[in-house]
Nanobody, 130 residues
């Protein structure tokens, strides 16, 4: 059974930093894409950042590029999202999700599409005060 557990959320002032973690179990971690998504109250789910398993290549949404950094530690089966210069607009629940190798072609076409992700964590709240 795939399990994803996010941690690291909290309350921070604008300009501050947080590091989110996504601990994974139940699948061949190295083979999977891991994505971070967020959903703010009243807004659509937004794909934030993605990291490929085999070569650790990364993608970022324009809204976080230059401020957020995604990384993975395959030995620890954990993906991190370092978030710097946080702004009130970053306030949301942050979720990590997995995209399995069988979804590779769909993922290449639309890496931010929620339909290409198989499993999701429970989310962690990030609140940025002004």
């Amino acid at each position: 059974e795939v399990q994803l557990v996010e941690s690291g959320g909290g309350l921070v002032q604008a300009g501050g930093s947080l590091r989110l973690s996504c601990a994974a179990r139940g699948f061949t971690f190295d083979d999977y894409v891991i994505g971070w998504f967020r959903q703010a109250p009243g807004k659509e789910l937004e794909g934030v950042s993605f990291i490929v398993g085999n070569d650790a290549s990364t993608l970022y949404s324009d809204s976080v590029k230059g401020r957020f950094t995604i990384s993975r530690d395959n030995a620890k089966r954990t993906v991190y999202l370092q978030m710097n210069n946080l702004q009130p607009g970053d306030t949301a629940i942050y979720y990590c999700a997995t995209s399995s190798p069988r979804m590779a072609s769909q993922w290449a076409y639309n890496p931010a599409g929620r339909e290409v992700y198989d499993s999701w964590g429970q989310g962690t709240q990030v609140t940025v005060s002004s």
